[in-house]
């Protein structure tokens, strides 16, 4: 299974008045993470909604282990854990150095931009199971 990295800086706007990264901030950084993901297998979102395709968060589990800070360089590593004709799952960490910071497994479904489930198109799905 191949991992995407994406490198994340941690700025004053993501943080809490402690000085750690404010919660709803991590879905940001997950979000940056699977697009940078999709984006490096050929996959842009402004080309899906051109065909009346879009992506969808149906489920979403984190697991905050440590907190992140001010000025961190932070790693948002993703994979892909399952891929079926409307779903796939993303196994995402957030890491600083080796150590996990936040986890998250993702379910993301293929919708059609004027509503309900679409299939994901056979090209996409390969490149993301990693058929060539």
């Known amino acids: 299974m191949t991992v995407h990295r994406f490198p994340i800086r941690i700025y004053y706007e993501d943080t809490d008045f402690s000085g750690n990264v404010y919660h709803a901030a991590y879905l940001k950084f997950f979000e940056r993470g ?3 993901f999709l984006r490096d297998l050929g996959v842009h979102h402004s080309a899906l909604m051109e065909d009346g395709l879009a992506f ?3 489920h979403m589990e984190l697991d905050f282990i440590a907190a992140a800070r001010i000025d961190d360089l932070l790693t948002v590593e993703t994979r892909v854990a399952e891929a079926t004709g409307v779903r796939l799952v993303l196994e995402q960490t957030l890491l600083r150095d080796q150590l ?3 986890s998250a497994r993702v379910t993301v479904v293929s919708i059609k931009i004027s509503g309900g489930p679409a299939r994901l198109p056979a090209s996409i799905r390969s490149r993301l199971i990693g058929e060539s």
């Open 34 to 36: 699977r697009t940078e």
């Open 100 to 102: 996990v910071l936040t």
């Open 56 to 58: 969808a968060v149906r």
